[in-house]
């Protein structure tokens, strides 16, 4: 698989459903495609204001990390930035 990640501002179109929606000033994104053909297996968008800076595939999931400010979610409930920017680590699936 290929996995591409980010930091998405506006609608970033990764060939899904639908586009990944992200805040004008960037907002934590993934995308995971098929090696072959890259289409299309799945694309979030996590918001805050952040960057993902470092990406590994793990079966059908992603190990995400890098910094955010604000609020950002992974799907398990919001976390909250403590400072300007604060760094995360996540596992995220489909």
Not at 33 to 46: C, E, T
Not at 49 to 69: D, E, H, N, W
Request: hydrophobic fraction near 45%.
């Amino acid at each position: 698989a290929i996995v591409v990640a980010g930091s998405c501002a506006g609608e970033t179109d990764f060939g899904g459903p639908s586009p990944v929606t992200g805040s004008n000033s960037g907002s934590a994104c993934a995308a995971k495609l098929a090696a072959g053909d890259g289409a299309h297996l799945w694309s979030r968008g996590y918001g805050g204001s952040s960057a993902i800076l470092t990406v590994a595939s793990s079966g059908p999931g992603v190990v995400l990390a890098g910094r955010f400010a604000d609020t950002i979610d992974f799907g398990h409930g919001a976390l909250d930035s403590a400072g300007v920017d604060d760094a995360f680590l996540a596992f995220v699936l489909p």
